[in-house]
């Protein structure tokens, strides 16, 4: 079982470089999500993507956009990297049905350490 | 106030006793609550989940929820080395509307099973 497959797995920049990141799962989810995970600062969600065709901004959306390219595939896109975007990103995708929208937990993918230098 | 708190520092354990993690949360709407845990350079991998108020347990792994008080915790019984790992609680939060799902992560607690 694949799950949510995130590529690349590591990625080295330059500042003012652009690069997207990609992710896409087989679970049929309905639910993604990207996050970055910097040391003492947790998980913090930058967009997020209910559904097909939706999108919002999470916590830290800041200098990334993002695609909902189909049910399966939710890109991260840096337009113009700066070195505080180095981090770890992950990729995460849950179910959302009914009437118990807010009960499904979420399944990572292996992440992206990403260096801006 | 953070949304999610895991205001303990690193936890040392010896092996075989009981690590207990606790977090508290601040929207009193939440209603869905799950540790992962997170091995260094991995990511986090969901160990349980609850969301009735009382206990729930898998295996070695418990789960507690009072939601009146607001925390949520999580005991490992007859800790091993393998159970040495950072430990992230997820809580819901009750602003979403029909068909979200998002969490918000505390920051974890680095628990160490010492041999």
């Known amino acids: 079982n694949a799950g949510v497959t995130q590529t ?34 947790g998980l913090r969600l930058i967009y997020y993507s209910a559904s097909e065709g939706t999108t919002d901004k999470g916590e830290v959306p800041n200098g990334y956009n993002v695609s909902r390219l189909n049910k399966r595939e939710f890109s991260l896109r840096l337009e113009s990297a700066a070195p505080s975007q180095t981090s770890v990103y992950f990729c995460a995708s849950s179910v959302t049905v009914g009437s118990q929208a ?15 230098l | 106030q953070k949304e999610v708190e895991q205001n303990s520092g690193p936890l040392s354990v010896p092996e075989g006793a009981i690590a207990s993690l606790n977090c508290t949360y ?15 350079g991995k990511s986090p991998e969901l160990i349980m989940f609850i969301y009735s108020n009382g206990d729930k347990e898998d295996g070695r792994f418990t789960a507690q929820l009072n939601k009146a008080s607001q925390y949520v915790s999580l005991l490992i019984r007859d800790s091993q080395p ?11 939060t009750a ?21």
């Open chain 2, 95 to 115: 602003s979403s509307y029909y068909g979200n799902n998002r969490l918000a992560f505390g920051k974890g607690n680095q628990v160490v099973v010492i041999p």
């Open chain 1, 102 to 116: 807010d009960s499904q937990p979420q399944h990572f993918g292996d992440g992206t350490r990403l260096s801006i």
């Open chain 1, 8 to 41: 690349p797995k590591f990625q080295v920049l330059k500042t003012g470089q652009s690069m997207t990141l990609q992710c896409a799962q087989d679970m049929n989810h309905n639910s993604m999500y990207w996050y970055r995970q910097d040391p003492g600062m």
């Open chain 2, 26 to 40: 601040s929207d009193r709407g939440s209603q869905s609550f799950f540790w992962y845990r997170q091995y260094s």
């Open chain 2, 82 to 92: 393998s159970d040495s790992a950072t430990y992230l609680c997820a809580v819901n």
